[in-house]
């Protein structure tokens, strides 16, 4: 195989596809990408056996071949080459030859043919979304995927297409919901052409992780074909393919309160500037904020045994009894980052209830965060 490449084109190909590659891996072929050339372009194939990403570029190719190489050798060897350099890559026997200007590389290879690959049939769901609507979704609510590897039936986030009637929820739409049983996110677009019917699904951190990152180059509509197993991703030039979680998500309906009834509503950058500034003496071990509410006021404040006390008083609309609630501050801030208005609704019921928090009463996103004793 031997190809001529721009070393811009390749460097973001490889950006893609190096970042799938676990650093360390007991199973050598793992940490390589498949480097495949043929006609005028090259295809880059990266995987870790639960999730396969494939990107075609645009490559002068003089010998059509393929082979592996190490995926994070050759992504620090383009990063280092000057840009606008011309990079050829010439590989025979069980080297290849990487070559741009004056610098020389050899590298070691390995077969093709030993490089494992998920297959990409049944997937009998097929849909499309506009590049910002997956954004959307995603931002949304992956803050609240668990990172606890025993609940490994959280460690994603569940999409499914509620029936008709269901708790309550209107038919046609498709839902987004992620969970670590301290807080909920849960957001819900309109159904999408073609995705009637389909399976209740978990789709992974990681894999959400890597979309997430090719979406922020890309415009237009993303292509998303399924099944109760696997998932895929076409966004532009990257195919993404993806195992899903085997395991049933909860029924997160129950813990959505619906009789909450003091109602905060305050201006949501406001309140994260304060939870912020008081929170700066808070010990990594509490994060916790306390929220006292007053007749159209919140006092935020922080005890740290170590470092002292502070307040401060935040004007809101309130006009319920007044009480006191804490909570993890991150976990606050976590949510007010994804408000877009300039109000957000803060439904309680009393200092151990979860509280609701959302724009308002037809906005796409809602959450649950569950109080802190303070």
Do not use: W
Request: hydrophobic share 45%; aromatic share 4%; with cysteine.
């Amino acid at each position: 195989m031997k190809l001529v490449v721009e070393r811009a084109t390749l460097l973001k190909a490889l950006g893609h596809v190096q970042s799938v590659v676990e650093r360390r891996n007991t199973i050598p072929i793992l940490s390589n990408v498949l480097i495949s050339a043929d006609g005028q372009s090259m295809k880059l194939m990266a995987t870790d056996l639960d999730l396969q990403i494939v990107e075609e570029a645009p490559a002068t190719v003089e010998m059509a071949g393929a082979t592996t190489v190490s995926a994070h050798t050759l992504f620090d060897i383009v990063r280092k080459i000057p840009d606008g350099a011309q990079v050829t890559l010439d590989a025979t026997g069980a080297k290849m030859a990487v070559t741009a200007g004056r610098a020389r590389f050899q590298l070691q290879t390995l077969p093709r043919e030993d490089f494992p690959v998920i297959g990409e049939s049944d997937l009998p769901v097929r849909f499309s979304l506009p590049a910002e609507t997956l954004v959307t979704l995603i931002d949304k609510t992956r803050f609240a995927i668990s990172t606890e590897e025993t609940r490994y039936y959280l460690n994603g986030i569940f999409f499914h297409a509620p029936a008709q009637g269901a708790q309550g929820a209107p038919g046609g739409t498709l839902r987004a919901v992620a969970t670590d049983g301290h807080r909920l996110a849960r957001v819900e677009i309109p159904l999408p052409e073609g995705a009637d019917g389909m399976p209740d699904i978990i789709v992974p951190r990681k894999c959400v992780a890597e979309v997430r990152k090719l979406l922020d180059e890309r415009g237009g509509d993303v292509e998303i074909r399924l099944s109760q197993s696997k998932i895929r991703f076409a966004v532009g030039q990257a195919v993404l393919t993806s195992k899903l979680i085997d395991g049933t998500f909860p029924d997160y309906s129950r813990v959505i309160p619906t009789a909450n009834d003091k109602l905060l509503k305050i201006d949501p950058a406001t309140l994260a500037e304060g939870v912020d500034r008081v929170t700066a003496i808070a010990s990594e071990k509490t994060r916790a904020v306390k929220l006292s509410l007053d007749r159209d006021r919140v006092t935020l404040s922080v005890t740290s045994p170590e470092n002292g006390t502070a307040s401060e008083d935040v004007p809101a609309d309130y006009a319920a009894a007044g009480f006191d609630v804490g909570f993890n501050s991150r976990y606050l801030l976590d949510i007010l980052g994804q408000v877009e208005g300039d109000l957000v609704e803060v439904h309680m019921a009393d200092a151990a209830a979860p509280t609701l928090i959302r724009e308002s009463e037809d906005s796409e996103a809602l959450y649950v965060l569950m109080p802190m004793r303070v």
